[in-house]
């Protein structure tokens, strides 16, 4: 059988690198170019030793020849700048994998507040299929444009989109606290991020405005139903390579109980390859789902606050970035949706 | 003049290191014994081989023999076995300061719902003054036994406090997430705190139901003279071998602003030696207090929720118990509250 | 086809995990059995959640079960024990990969020196095989046990062995330094391995007689055909999860030059699979092999005293333990070396 | 008592850091100006936050000015930049403690081979006196021009010019392979120091002519009394913020046994302050010296191949740098050698 075609459009950072990695296991593709503007020319297995075995080189990132060689593309591109891409590639009839923010948000104006720059191409929201597939499974089978998921919003849609969906908590009030390793800063060079900048500090950021806030509501307020969702998200940065954790408080639906939250959880990922519900009493640790595509998720309840406390962990560069866009890629290419992201 | 004659009792855990490190160097006290069952005998300097020039040895934690050297005693025992030790000192008249939990809450029916056990000495609690100079300082000069308050609590009531006595912030509805260094769980040997078990590793623990719990409600509703607050507290433990931070959410009090809560740190700290309230904007991060007795302390406004948000970084060794404890010894001994604490 | 049936014997520390993680996504075999003493009943998957998808329980280490259901059986058991259940598994017809020191040293008495007991099981020595592939391919192929080798003696003989063989370098005077992570000590709970004394920690260990000594200097010997080495070996023990380095010094062999070396190596390594040679003036970086079958080789001449200078970088728990082994299963099977332990 | 004054140029790096920190807390200083052409107005308590007391502003490197107000001037700068300020400094008056390495080679030939430019200054060489108070503490106390030493270069002279000095070690074949902490790089913002290039990383560097080679031979042959030494010195990168250690092998001088090289050890530092030999059969580690002007050095005999192994740890900030330079500055002002550096 013939092996589906695709590219890496920016493929020098920690995503494309991660991209690389489950790419290259994958049995049903074929890699056949990774871009690097700055890196054109060298073989892609010397810039990634640990990926040695590939023998492809960077080429510059020309949308012509890369829709001429490849059926789907990531671009795992700067805000702003992967829609500049979308557009031509799909005109051209590639199906596109954005690992961006350019289209998570169905709202130019929301994206303009949050990202300080008018959206590239809005005319293109509306075909845009949100790539969260425990959500949004059967639009994207047919998808020819996804927008991955950020990795924070990842960690927090996953617990709580499965107890607001079944009224187990209500969409009022949430706090979501998160801890990202450095890796989710992407491969960048700053004072903020030297080595001992970073190992053995503890910091927050962007506690208010973070540019996932809204992607996270706006997910929130359309499980719901609701008009919006308005909530609090505080991330902090601490000295890890990969993982994302986020704790979650949440008021109980009317009427609901523990018992209806864990259903709730059980009901929407009972059957997922990719979410584990811990037992009772047990919350989530990052190094359980570092290089996997697991999302792992624990919830409790506090019965002195009356709140539910839920707590869960993904590795921000696989469920959190490139291995959701596998994921993602499997649904619209047809394979099975585990295919490649199985144990690693 | 002479110089006063202190001991530890309880010497070789983490927090026993570093009141040896701060009484070291502490100008106005001779240390006289530091006990540890275990390593009798030991010279300290050995043992602790970065105070090689200690060369004093442990000795077994009796209480005669260290009552007729000592004036002033640190207990850095664990919960229950303190107060055990308290007692007869107190009795022979040496004033102690310990670092458990046995003196902190006032009720020793809740010390027995969180603590698992009967209070050892509840006729002692009455007594005790509570060891966070910033809120009792007046009551610690004085005081004959004082109990050193918890490292996650020490960082929350910091800035908490602040804004409930101005009433910049209301106390229901408060929301606190920490994350704490691996020395937090003292130098405890069990699977959980191998290496490769907290390295790459995020979790949270005790989310319902810590023990420090307790104490930081008992100290907020005091200050905000209310008869109790109920609150939640989310701890998590980190890959860094010091320092706490924590990230608390309140709700502005009536009519009140940032500028009002701002207003309260500076009142409560622009002559604090040990708090540092950061410029508007700016958020607490551990590794600019590391092993200092600092505590710094960040306060946003999140205009989207209508929240405060409050960040404080400390030390869990230093401000967070030691450094703490040697602030509560000047106060009792009568040495400026500084001495021994300032740049290390 | 059939799927080849393979167990695991001692499948709870970190080269057991090692192994489940291999094994579980190798397309050739069937995991048939996990025995853990401790955790006999179980869910594997529950007790790693990362491999939360094997759905296999912990079995005890019962040899005749064992045997029954299985064509190879791995041992990742304590020097010593492992070669009790060897001979057993052996007479049943089993084929044994031995993760353990027990059937590496030719000579017992060397092994009783180096470990301090007598070889439980001499009397199979002469049957193993020693489970370096890229030394002993043809013989491991037909092997029945075979004897793994260790970590850090691995990331040593890969570029000895070949510099040796062309008399590129001289059996004398070889000086080798090795880091290595703190999985390298295995799933140890002791006070020397918790978080807060390894972190922000170098410190060596075991810097004259350690184990893998004689392991090196056998392979080395019998690589030169000379009567021994005598060498030194230098641990240290670094804050990473996983990882072996060694640096080794090595005086030139007679009228040999940098391009012999490197000669050497690429007629060694050219071909090789997981052996990648890197180019003139690189060093190697263990962040390039962490959790791949790869070792990675530089090799430079110091012209200052004339002698050469080789880096080697392996991940301890893959191609120093489990990733070799399951390239020695691969090889023992008739699977193409490679299978299972590409791009992860 | 009138307070020595004393000013930093070069302030903002982490040497800088680390001298504020020494010299805040220095009984017998003022310091009267720091400098730094990026942060010149910023108050230098702000810029570190844990030295938060230090009202002082960052002044721009203007010589005239800071000779005028400064006694002693400690250079912080990057090496041929040193010598420039050295010269008009020396000039007016003030006695200077410069810690890069341009006046460290006695002879500008070797200089200019090993930092690619012209000694800036040869006609100071002269006056220049080494900064390793253990060797030169005479040379020192009248010294106007410290050369002091670099890190690597402090970690390995001590142990083993203990040694030459008794011919308890030969000077040939000397192999030192060292391990140091991400501060050695400076506060150098590159790819190859963000954190997730670092963490979980272990690399060699500098191999062959590593720029503190020549500086360490030129200090054995000095104490050997030999016309030079030639030896191998293999630094290594490793995930620490601070400390190196540095393992050395040797052989033993002429008829001399472990017994003698434990002598000329105890007999170089059995009265040293700053340095701890350790207790037969143990070996340095950095946690027990990291923020403390100590070295720890153990030594062993490896019977296997007739060398002394030596054994000794660091922090490269301190000792290796800017404790060292407080250390020379005490013996020049004629405080007590150890004011300041004690217990921190």
């Known amino acids: 059988m013939d092996k589906i075609k695709v590219a890496i459009i920016g493929g020098s950072g920690y995503s494309g690198e991660e991209l690389l990695r489950l790419l290259l296991r994958h049995p049903g593709v074929e890699l056949v170019a990774v871009t690097s503007r700055e890196n054109a020319g060298k073989r892609v297995g010397d810039f990634f030793p640990r990926y040695s075995e590939c023998d492809l080189r960077f080429v510059p990132p020309q949308v012509e020849e890369i829709a001429s060689m490849a059926e789907v593309v990531f671009l795992a591109l700067p805000n702003g700048l992967a829609s500049q891409y ?3 590639l799909l005109e051209k009839g590639c199906k596109v994998i954005d690992l961006s923010a350019d289209f998570r948000l169905r709202d130019p104006a929301v994206y303009e507040k949050y990202y300080k720059m008018a959206h590239p191409a809005p005319w293109l929201l509306s075909q845009a299929v949100y790539g969260l597939p425990e959500l949004y499974r059967e639009e994207l089978r047919s ?3 996804v927008a991955n998921p950020g990795c924070y919003v990842t960690s927090i849609l996953l617990p709580v ?3 607001l969906r079944e009224k187990a908590a209500s969409p009022r009030g949430i706090v979501a606290m998160s801890m990202s390793g450095v890796t989710g800063a992407g491969r960048k060079v700053s004072l903020d991020y030297i080595f001992p900048e970073c190992n053995e500090s503890l910091r927050p950021y962007g506690v208010t405005g973070h540019r996932h806030l809204p992607e996270i509501e706006q997910e929130l307020a359309a499980t719901a139903q609701v008009p919006s969702v308005t909530m609090n ?3 902090h940065l601490v000295p890890v ?3 994302i954790h986020s704790s979650v408080l949440l008021e109980p639906g009317e009427g609901k109980t523990l018992e209806d939250a864990r259903e709730a959880l059980e009901k929407a990922y009972g059957q997922e390859p990719f979410v584990r519900v811990l037992e009772p009493g047990k919350l989530a640790d990052t190094k359980h789902v570092t290089r996997t595509n697991l999302c792992e998720i624990g919830c409790l309840y506090d019965s002195h606050t009356g709140k539910l406390v839920v707590s869960s962990a993904i590795d ?3 469920k959190g970035a490139s291995g959701q866009a596998v994921q993602n890629m ?3 290419c047809g394979f099975p949706e585990t295919t490649g992201l199985l144990i690693s």
Chains 1, 2, 3, 4 share one sequence.
């Open 86 to 88: 979308a557009a031509p």
């Open 233 to 235: 998200f505080l991330p």
């Open 241 to 243: 390579n990969r993982g």
């Open 330 to 332: 499997n649904l619209i």
């Open 143 to 145: 998808a020819r444009l």
């Open 316 to 318: 921000n560069l696989t």
């Open 161 to 163: 989109t499965a107890l």
